[in-house]
Structures are given as C-alpha cells and as structure tokens.
C-alpha cells in the first residue's frame, strides 16, 4: 500500500520504497517493450482483454498476465496506476523519473480503462456495494408529486426499482440519517480530507430551514 515517506533529496513520496523500485525498474521495462512496440498493442490487447468482463479477479489475472508476458515489474507498473484511476498515482511516477515516452502510454491506458479498471476495484473491495442511485418523481394528472422511484443498482448489475409514497422516503431518510450520526466522520475513496457528519447535518438543517420557509412565505402570500 502507498504511504508517505521522504525521500533522499527530502521530497515527499507517496510509495514505499520497494514500489519506487518496483516503479523504476517497470518503466525500464516498458520503455524497452515500446522501442520494439511503439504503439503498445501487445500491452494494450492484454489490457482490453482482461478489463472485456470484469469480476473480483480482474486486478490480479491482468497483473498476473502482464506478469508473465512483461515481468513482475511491468506487471505492477501498468496496474497500479489503472485501477487507481488517480492522476496523482501518474504525477508520483513523474516524480520517480519515469521515461517520458512510457509516462504518455501510461496516460493512454489509464484514459481508455482507468474508469473499467476502477470499477473492478469497487467490485474487489465491495462486491455487493452500491454503483449508482437514481430518484425519479412521479406526478399525477395534476401536476401534483404522487410517488418516488428509486433505482440502485450494485457494482456488479444487478439493481431494484422501489417505488413509494414520500412520506416513506423521508422515514427512510430519518433512519439513514440516525445511523449516520454515529460515525464522527468519513473519508472518502481517493480523498485525503474527512468529512465531518456534523458539518453535512448542518448544511441538511440548512436547506430544510430554507424550504420550510419558503412555504411558509408563498403561504402567507395566498392568505393575503
């Protein structure tokens, strides 16, 4: 795993040193592999052949192909910057003097499968997780809001529709919420910076304050 250290000349790494060296010998490797290839396909079909149907054995198969056809080094120089789908993973090889033309084949890979890649890695660390929410609302003949849909769907397909009143969302939320509050804070997947949930209750009461206030104003304008 990547950690912060300091380096010789008293930079900032972000990689252990055994993946500094891992790193330098890989962009070697690769250097060598595009005098022959300059296009990269043989790294390139690799990639795209693996990342075709992902699953929570993608990440290792393709570092183990890559492996064997390239060499370890390769093998982890290629996927880690992939599938953490992070330009500052790209920036920190940068740093490690990787060879320019290898840093350019490097930003191809991570901009045609970063974001497949990525998405193997949810599914890895989360396989039953959640990808996407969706709320679509429903109205009725009157233009009034009669129901809500929600659509979630997991990182490996699958997904369920739930329609229903909004007086069942907003319990549904109470109930979110009241878990939620027993977290002190959160941080994010990729983010260095937590989140306090006593910050997002706030700006929750904000915006609620707001609505409710906002009623009340059109409804005193209809009495008068």
Same mark, same amino acid.
């Given at each position: 795993?990547?950690?912060?250290?300091?380096?010789?000349?008293?930079?900032?790494?972000?990689?252990?040193?055994?993946?500094?060296?891992?790193?330098?010998?890989?962009?070697?490797?690769?250097?060598?592999?595009?005098?022959?290839?300059?296009?990269?396909?043989?790294?390139?079909?690799?990639?795209?052949?693996? $990342?075709?149907?992902?699953? &929570?054995?993608?990440?290792?198969?393709? *570092? /183990?192909? %890559?492996?064997? =056809?390239? #060499?370890?080094?390769?093998?982890?120089?290629?996927?880690?910057?992939?599938?953490?789908?992070?330009?500052?993973?790209?920036?920190?090889?940068?740093?490690?003097?990787?060879?320019?033309?290898?840093?350019?084949?490097?930003?191809?890979?991570?901009?045609?499968?970063?974001?497949?890649?990525?998405?193997?890695?949810?599914?890895?660390?989360?396989?039953?997780?959640?990808?996407?929410?969706?709320?679509? $609302?429903?109205?009725?003949? &009157?233009?009034?809001?009669?129901?809500? *849909? /929600?659509? %979630?769907?997991? =990182?490996? #397909?699958?997904?369920?529709?739930?329609?229903?009143?909004?007086?069942?969302?907003?319990?549904?939320?109470?109930?979110?919420?009241?878990?939620?509050?027993?977290?002190?804070?959160?941080?994010?997947?990729?983010?260095?910076?937590?989140?306090?949930?006593?910050?997002?209750?706030?700006?929750?009461?904000?915006?609620?304050?707001?609505?409710?206030?906002?009623?009340?104003?059109?409804?005193?304008?209809?009495?008068?």
């Amino acid at each position: 795993m990547p950690r912060k250290k300091k380096t010789d000349n008293g930079e900032k790494g972000v990689f252990t040193a055994d993946m500094d060296k891992h790193i330098k010998k890989g962009g070697a490797a690769i250097a060598k592999v595009l005098k022959n290839d300059p296009e990269g396909r043989s790294i390139r079909e690799l990639v795209e052949y693996h $990342l075709r149907d992902i699953d &929570g054995d993608t990440h290792d198969d393709l *570092t /183990m192909a %890559l492996a064997l =056809v390239f #060499g370890e080094d390769v093998g982890r120089t290629i996927t880690f910057p992939l599938f953490t789908n992070d330009p500052r993973v790209l920036a920190e090889y940068e740093r490690l003097k990787v060879p320019e033309r290898v840093m350019a084949h490097l930003r191809y890979l991570v901009a045609l499968y970063g974001t497949r890649a990525e998405h193997a890695a949810i599914r890895l660390k989360h396989p039953d997780g959640l990808e996407q929410t969706k709320f679509d $609302l429903n109205y009725d003949s &009157g233009g009034k809001a009669q129901s809500i *849909t /929600m659509k %979630l769907t997991r =990182v490996d #397909g699958d997904s369920i529709a739930i329609t229903d009143e909004p007086e069942a969302y907003l319990f549904l939320v109470y109930q979110m919420l009241e878990q939620l509050s027993g977290i002190p804070d959160l941080e994010p997947a990729g983010s260095k910076t937590k989140v306090k949930i006593a910050d997002i209750f706030k700006k929750i009461e904000a915006i609620v304050e707001s609505r409710v206030n906002d009623s009340d104003n059109i409804r005193d304008r209809i009495d008068a």
